[in-house]
């Protein structure tokens, strides 16, 4: 038996077969950088980052790409807002986001990619839907015509029809359709605009991720991620651009989409007035709990962030950090280590079933408390059973585990992690002065590194 997954594309649940043997390529959707993220945006990174790393134990190399949406009329409309220019605005919240991420004990991508790194990306692939006469230009504007493209509603399962009854359109006067959605924006006063062959303007939103997904991975490439509520228009309009501009070759193979996080029952998005924003709730429950209520339920299903739920997570997070903190450290692997582990891959093999996979977790606690209620913990069995946890923990609560059973986010051993995760991101991003200043503060912890082809290394402390 191997991986299934579900796919959005089919409905179905499909036997995982990657494009290239043993490799993964993966691209989720990041965030639209005017804001702190709320919870809900904080659970679709967790999920995707258990994905990621389950992908990884199970030994396939995977290339993980998300992006931020860097340039876009929220960021602007917050800009004019904050009496800050847009790069302003997206440089301060994409900070904001790797912090709150990186609290999370969310690993950063291989490539974090920026909008506004890629115009040229884009500006090539409307040309391309232009040319094979996908998309017109009109008023300095690009449009997609959506029926133009036949397989226009497949991802949601939507007809035109259906559309055009169900769905609150913009209205543009250079559109021929109502459904035609922008692909290029033609430059209003004041905004911010790069050259193309239609004028000043900028990218439309989704076709970013489209340019910059198969920029990195290529087209047919393995995952496709994000919340259920991007399926339509964003991922959608995605397909569209992608297949009709490489002339129709199938754009990504599985399509996950994680459920909404509910608060007392209402989604939770940044139109509503109930949001609770990600940074809050990890300062007030800490990394762990939270990363256990965001997969306590299946990925795709929503989940309740309610008072419920926050009491079961930090009773199964505090029964974890009491277990660690008396129990040995792992050792060899041992037969009933090995029976848990074979149980955690079974759930996860099974669309990635994290609720089954938590309760795993917690039966290995359960049996290894009852060995060091009978004969301590020198029990032999203990380190083979621990190191089954440590596997586990590893892909589902990720280095945040360690971190907080050594005495929370303020211990040491957490702060040198996080600097030198936080290094590792700033060289990848070339920004070198910030990368500098990062292996001073190590230094002062009196914490020496190296740079090697996999990022920082720690050679003395
Ligand atoms: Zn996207």
Redesign the pocket.
């Given at each position: 038996m191997g991986l299934v997954v579900t796919n959005t594309l089919t409905r179905k649940k499909e036997d995982f077969v990657p494009r290239d043997e043993g490799k993964v390529s993966m691209y989720v959707?990041g965030p639209t950088v005017y804001g702190d993220i709320h919870v809900g945006n904080a659970r679709a990174m967790v999920v995707f980052d258990v994905i990621r790393r389950y992908l990884l134990w199970r030994g396939f190399d995977v290339t993980f790409v998300r992006?931020y949406t860097d340039v876009d009329d929220k960021i602007i409309a917050r800009a004019a807002e904050e009496g800050l220019s847009s790069e302003e605005v997206a440089f301060k919240y994409s900070a904001a986001f790797d912090e709150v991420v990186a609290s999370l004990g969310i690993a950063a991508p291989d490539h974090p990619v920026r909008a506004t790194e890629h115009i040229p990306d884009m500006v090539e692939m409307i040309q391309s839907l232009i040319e094979r006469g996908f998309a017109y230009e009109a008023g300095g504007s690009v449009w997609f015509a959506v029926d133009k493209f036949k397989d226009y509603g497949k991802l949601s399962g939507r007809t035109l029809a259906d559309m055009r009854a169900g769905e609150r359109v913009e209205p543009d006067p250079n559109k021929r359709q109502p459904l035609d959605f922008a692909v290029w924006k033609a430059a209003k006063p004041g905004e911010p605009a790069w050259d193309s062959p239609w004028g000043p303007g900028r990218p439309g939103w989704h076709i970013e991720?489209s340019a910059m997904s198969m920029r990195y991975l290529g087209t047919g490439f393995d995952i496709h991620g994000?919340g259920s509520d991007?399926v339509f228009p964003?991922h959608e309009n995605?397909i569209a651009q992608a297949e009709a501009a490489t002339g129709e070759k199938p754009f990504v193979r599985y399509w996950l989409h994680n459920g909404m996080v509910n608060m007392g029952n209402e989604k939770m998005s940044k139109s509503l007035g109930n949001l609770v924003l990600a940074k809050d709730l990890v300062a007030e429950v800490g990394p762990q709990v939270m990363r256990i209520m965001a997969i306590a339920g299946s990925y795709r299903s929503g989940v309740d962030f309610g008072e419920a739920s926050l009491e079961q997570a930090t009773r199964v997070s505090e029964r974890l950090d009491s277990f660690r903190r008396d129990a040995p450290a792992g050792g060899k692997l041992s037969e009933e280590g090995r029976q848990f582990l074979n149980r955690f891959t079974e759930a996860m093999d099974d669309d990635f079933n994290t609720p089954v996979a938590l309760g795993t977790m917690q039966e290995i606690i359960r049996r290894g408390n009852t060995l060091m209620g009978t004969s301590g913990p020198d029990d032999p069995q203990l380190p083979g059973l621990v190191e089954a946890l440590d596997e586990i923990t590893g892909v589902l609560v990720g280095p945040v585990a360690h971190a907080q059973a050594e005495g929370g986010s303020d211990s040491p051993t957490a702060k040198i992690e996080e600097l030198v995760e936080q290094r590792d991101r700033a060289r990848k991003e070339k920004d070198f002065g910030r990368a500098d200043a990062i292996r001073d503060q190590l230094k002062q912890l009196g914490v020496v590194v190296e740079d090697t082809p996999q990022g920082t290394r720690v050679v003395s402390s």
């Open positions: 959707c992006n991720c994000g991007l964003h995605e």
